[in-house]
């Protein structure tokens, strides 16, 4: 049985509704049912190019990911691509139902197979699993849809599965809906900017110099990697790699005369215009119920994936990266990407390091929150996967 993640027109065209009566059960109407990804693809393969891009969208420059010849130097034999760049295959939004309300990102789920190899392309399968309806402090209620997706590469191999979170959310119009308080932009001293600049410029990247799992000690704290501050050139980036579902003119037009809930009105022109422009305009965050201008969640949650990259060096493998978003990272803000070791194990005749992971910005705020299992190398010469 198939279906399509988009939803039929009703006569309701309210782009501002509340939850009503009936919305968990039709959140849930889905699941189990293989969804079409219609606008979910960014890419179909790892081309070179493509890879590139998502890396530069990151500020991520590992020649392992964007330099043939450097990858072909390595036990790989070949140049791969990160983890998170099945994000540009797959956005892993799986999020049927509910005309009007909201998409904001929750987080996800990430078990990987098999490494990534440049050319490689894929076929994903995507259900919805679960939908549940939560409470909270910024939103009176909204409804949290898990989906699972599957990677399948050229070879029939399963390279990955993901499970997603989205969160359901009323626009901060709606009875109950999202509101954040403003904040401004942050101002910083220079003292403050020459400390960024030193983190950037001694970003850690482990590369060739392998990291044996004897010498990871449990309780110690890797170095962190600093991000931002957060600004509009960040974003243009990272859609450039990283990929959208937004559409422009015809394609636009068309899609907002097909769902007309899905569109907001630009208050400057009173022409209709997506509702995601909230990530780049501030005005239009606040109409949506965020403090300012915002990231998008599966930026922050790649940052993670290139921390961990950074960290294990060429011959590790990132096994798992499991990854919750738990408040909005908005223009000007810095992130800092943290890790801690809290677990070393023999698993499956693997070397395994498992970690917990944190970003805290400027205002010592938690912004995401997640684990990871990697796979080092070990003096014995047993291997990562």
């Given amino acids: 049985m198939s279906a399509s993640d988009s939803v039929e027109p009703t006569p309701n065209t309210s782009q501002t509704p509340a939850l009503w009566d009936g919305a968990l059960e039709e959140a849930r109407s889905l699941i189990g049912v293989d969804l079409r990804r219609t606008g979910q693809s960014w890419n179909t393969e790892a081309s070179p190019d493509a890879v590139r891009h998502f890396c530069w969208g990151l500020g991520d420059e590992n ?82 849809q898990t989906g699972e997706v599957l990677y399948t590469n050229q070879h029939g191999q399963l390279v990955c599965r993901a499970l997603g979170n989205t969160a359901r959310t009323p626009r901060a119009k709606a009875e109950g809906g999202l509101k954040y308080e403003p904040r401004e932009t942050h101002r910083y001293t220079n003292e403050e900017l020459e400390h960024i600049a030193h983190a950037i410029e001694h970003e850690e990247l482990r590369g060739a110099v392998p990291r044996h799992w004897e010498d990871v000690e449990v309780g110690a704290a890797i170095q962190p990697m600093l991000k931002g501050p957060l ?106 990407c943290k890790g801690q070791i809290v677990d070393k194990r023999i698993e499956d005749a693997l070397y395994v390091v498992e970690l917990e992971l944190a970003v805290v910005n400027q205002l010592d705020e938690t912004t995401a929150t997640g684990t990871a299992l990697v796979a080092l190398p070990s003096r014995s010469g047993a291997s990562t996967r």
């Fill in 231 to 336: 600004n509009i050139t960040d974003m243009i980036c990272w859609y450039s790699g990283g990929g959208h579902s937004y559409q422009s003119h015809r394609r636009a037009h068309m899609h907002r005369k097909r769902h007309p809930a899905d569109a907001f009105v630009n208050s400057e022109t009173g022409a209709q215009d997506s509702a995601a422009r909230g990530h780049t305009e501030s005005t239009m965050a606040r109409e949506v119920g965020m403090p300012g201008g915002y990231d998008v969640g599966t930026q922050r949650i790649s940052w993670l994936g290139q921390l961990m990259t950074n960290w294990m060096g060429d011959e590790g493998f990132l096994r798992k990266l499991n990854v919750s978003l738990r408040r909005p990272n908005i223009f000007g803000d810095v992130s800092w």
């Fill in 63 to 144: 020649p392992l990911f964007c330099d043939p010849a450097y990858g072909a130097t390595t036990k790989w034999q070949s140049v791969l691509a990160p983890g998170c760049f099945l994000y540009t295959i797959d956005t892993t939004v799986v999020a049927p139902k509910l005309r009007g309300i909201q998409w904001l990102y929750g987080g996800t789920e990430w078990e990987w197979f098999e490494p990534i190899r440049h050319r490689d392309s894929f076929t994903v399968r995507a259900r919805l699993l679960d939908a549940v309806e939560k409470r909270g402090s910024k939103a009176r209620a909204f409804i949290i």
